[in-house]
């Protein structure tokens, strides 16, 4: 019999169903899964849901990846006012990239895990990973892994600060700073690129996958060497890194708000982003037009990633969400993270989504309850 006060928070009219969802969940996961989910369909919040020990809907916790789509979507306002060019070359606004065979490479192709540069030979500390400046100055006089263009590898813990030194040099403002102005403070989004002080005592620890001898066995077995790309990609060949799911747990990440996985925030404040982006939420203008949105949820790579070792899709600086679930419409974009987040756009169904929780899943990535929760979303919405 399922617990009642196992989830707390409200759905619309027709919604139950996701809520019903949720809870299953939350039932099979234990009772340390501490999780929040919400979602928007034409700009009017229908899902908002949370469950767990000490988590609250205002809760924040770290969004990992989620972050790039945080950062990506100032990038595309400013292709959409035409301050930047997809098809133009990076070093065109940074010249001192264009070294190492990396002149040629577009920014349209640095945004879709084209341009090779995921890591660097020695690694970072995490003082300098967390510094989005230090990582594009060393990444930007490197040689890349790959010839550009040829392949595709997701640029995990750098895409942030390559994209964002281009802000940079365009704008004279760092990308936590037009974030902060166009979309957090201009839509009320609970999404933060560099916590402040006096929000720190919202934020709730992440917490490691539970490891369990058949896990720990299959990470052996499937684990890659710290110098291949996968080990580089992910900063294993420096004796200093972290495990990933700790990395908002370091202070100078969150206080820096690391463009490629510092950021911190509620299930609420990544679904609201999403919906802000592809239509009016209070009254207030879509950040993006349709052409906008056509061209970020246009795929730009597909198939083997080189870094990942599997079938992935990527748009330009967000993942090709409508590629991961079946349920979404055409041109769907979003990021997720490794601490199980998920958050996305559907323009065509009008849905925006967003989902955290506390505790790393197995393996790190989004979570696999999204597939659940997900379906119940879309099949709910299309009863209505």
Known sequence: MMDENVVRGTVADGFEPVREEFAAVATGEGGDYAAQLVAYRHGEPIVDLWTGPEITAESLLGAYSASKGAAHLV????????????????????????????GEVTLGELLAHRAGLVGADAGFTIEELADDRSVAERLGAQRPYWRPGTAFGYHAL??????????????????????????????????HLGLPPEQES???????????????????????GPNSLSGIAFNRNHPQNPGVWELPNFQVV???????????????????????AIGSVDGSAPLLRPETLAAVGQIQSIGHDVVLGAQKAFTIGFHA??????????GSFGHSGAGGQQAFADPRNGIAYGYTRRRTPFPAAAGPENDRLIRALYGAAAAR
Do not use: I, N
């Open 75 to 102: 990038v595309a306002s400013l292709v959409q006012e035409g301050v930047l060019d997809l098809e133009q070359k990076v070093s065109h606004y940074w010249p001192q990239f264009a070294v190492e065979g990396k």
């Open 254 to 276: 969150r206080t820096l708000g690391t463009a490629s996985f510092g950021g911190v925030a509620s299930a609420r404040g990544l679904a609201r982003m999403y919906a802000a």
């Open 321 to 330: 969400t409508s590629e991961y679930y079946p349920q979404l419409g055409q």
């Open 158 to 191: 750098v895409m942030g600060a390559l994209s964002g030194e281009v802000v940079r040099r365009a704008t004279g403002c760092r990308v936590q700073e037009l974030f902060a102005e166009r979309v957090r403070d201009a839509y009320g989004v609970d999404f």
């Open 202 to 224: 919202r934020f709730l620890s992440a917490q490691p996958m539970v490891a369990t001898p058949e896990r720990l066995a299959a990470l052996a077995e499937s684990a890659s």
